[in-house]
């Protein structure tokens, strides 16, 4: 290993770390976000608190949105990382470890054509690692409060009524809602499927 290559292990090193900061700083924010809208729903009684958790799921997805780019950077990173780990710094502290003769070609290649993960598999993987859980919790209180505010729904219609958000009628966040859970569920599913093929999903 010559100086070129621990000066760009080291560099990119950095570039990951940072990256990883903003991944978490968001998750952070979410999470924040989460506890806020879940304190004001249930802590206030007023009908309209219930909208509360609603939009904060919207902000909420922006924050995936943002973190989305932010991941697709990060992956690449990782990729040249662990490509140097496993045949630079590998083989250097065990002989007898062969690493790919090749690997030059192969990195010098994420440089010239990053290989970054696609939008939609990046945005995938984030709900995956993160944000299942996070809209979980996010829509689980917001239907709690839903029904149980100011006293428990009578029967299902009388639920859907209160599902109304201004002109959008009840029936219509539902219908929305349903679709909305349905992607997530796919998301999760194709991730999984798909973590034995890439480098930046390994180990999660």
Not at 89 to 103: A, E, N
Not at 167 to 184: E, K, N, R, S, Y
Request: net charge positive.
């Amino acid at each position: 290993m010559d100086k070129d290559e621990l000066t760009l292990y080291t560099e990119e090193m950095k570039r990951y770390l940072w990256f990883k900061s903003g991944l978490d700083t968001t998750r952070n924010l979410a999470v924040m976000i989460l506890f806020g809208m879940i304190f004001v729903s249930f802590g206030f009684s007023e009908p309209t608190s219930h909208r509360v958790p609603y939009f904060g799921s919207l902000a909420v997805f922006a924050l995936v949105l943002f973190e989305t780019r932010l991941f697709r950077f990060y992956a690449a990173s990782e990729t040249r990382i662990r490509l140097m780990e496993r045949h630079m710094i590998g083989p250097l502290f065990d002989k007898g470890i062969k690493g790919d003769v090749q690997w030059r070609e192969t990195l010098a290649e994420t440089y010239s054509r990053s290989k970054m993960p696609g939008f939609f598999e990046a945005i995938a993987f984030r709900i995956y690692k993160n944000y299942f859980i996070i809209f979980l919790a996010l829509d689980t209180s917001w239907i709690s409060k839903l029904y149980l505010a100011p006293q428990p729904a009578e029967d299902f219609a009388e639920f859907v009524h209160r599902l109304d958000l201004g002109i959008l009628p009840g029936w219509a966040t539902l219908a929305f809602m349903g679709v909305f859970w349905i992607l997530f569920i796919l998301a999760v599913f194709w991730i999984r499927r798909r973590k034995s093929r890439h480098e930046y999903l390994l180990g999660y």
